[in-house]
């Protein structure tokens, strides 16, 4: 079955640090793969859309690989601070049929400050 | 600029119940969906539509029906209610899917605040 695995489990981390996340999925070959942050009782926001033919993509603070032969991406929070305190989501779709967006469970992320 | 407007953001129905949950984008976005957010399991896809007129099930669309009659406007609609479709729902709008290479590719969406529903 297909699946996208984040880590369940909230990383606390001091503020200045860099904070990695990380997305594994199997049985997709995904042509791309986006990075969304949700603070609690609103919507996902859009930070970062990565294609399988890009190994690394930055935003200001931010940093997305993507090896498509370990079917993994990393996400990277340089310098983290407390307002970066929110769960990040990673989703992804198939190559062909259908354009639908899957979504990972989302990993929650602390900065101490 | 609204973005995407969901209404209500709260509701509380009793089992059998119907209701419509309300979704408006003012971005000319062709592409729309509704997603479920359930504790555990991340967001699921109900339906979504790439155009007026155009819908399509999602993962989990049983017990939901949706219509896009037009661009603006993507209702969903629960028929019966049950407790099991207590969640939080989340509308997404995004422009045209476009051709990368060989994908369809999803241009990046943009959500509601969520509707938070509770059915006793």
């Known amino acids: 079955s297909q699946k996208i695995e984040q880590n369940s489990e909230a990383l606390n981390i001091q503020e200045g640090k860099t904070a990695t996340l990380t997305c594994n999925y199997t049985?997709?070959?995904?042509?791309?793969l986006q990075w969304y942050r949700q603070d609690p009782g609103r919507g996902p926001v859009f930070l970062l859309l990565?294609?399988?033919?890009?190994k690394e993509k930055r935003k200001e603070r931010l940093k997305v690989t993507f090896d498509t032969t370990l079917k993994q991406s990393l996400f990277h929070i340089t310098a983290s601070q407390p307002a970066d305190s929110a769960t990040y989501l990673c989703?992804?779709?198939?190559?062909?049929?259908?354009?639908?967006?899957?979504f990972g469970k989302g990993n929650q992320v602390v900065v101490i400050p | 600029n609204a973005g995407v407007t969901q209404t209500p953001k709260f509701q509380v129905l009793k089992t059998g119940q119907s209701m419509t949950l309300q979704c408006a984008q003012d971005?000319?976005?062709?592409?729309m969906s509704w997603y479920r957010q359930d504790p555990g399991m991340g967001l699921r896809l109900i339906h979504y539509?790439?155009?007026?007129?155009?819908?399509d099930q999602g993962e989990v669309p049983n017990g939901y029906n949706v219509s896009r009659s037009t661009t603006e406007d993507f209702p969903l609609r629960l028929l019966s209610a049950a407790p099991s479709q207590t969640s939080v729902y989340f509308c997404?709008?995004?422009?045209?899917?476009?051709?990368?290479?060989?994908?369809?590719?999803?241009?990046?969406?943009?959500f509601g605040e969520g509707s938070r529903l509770t059915v006793l």
């Open positions: 990565i294609r399988e033919n890009e």
């Open positions: 989703a992804l779709t198939k190559i062909y049929g259908n354009n639908r967006l899957a």
């Open positions: 971005m000319n976005h062709e592409y």
């Open positions: 049985n997709y070959s995904p042509a791309y």
């Open positions: 997404a709008s995004s422009a045209r899917p476009r051709t990368s290479g060989r994908a369809l590719i999803t241009g990046e969406l943009f």
């Open positions: 539509s790439v155009g007026a007129g155009i819908t």
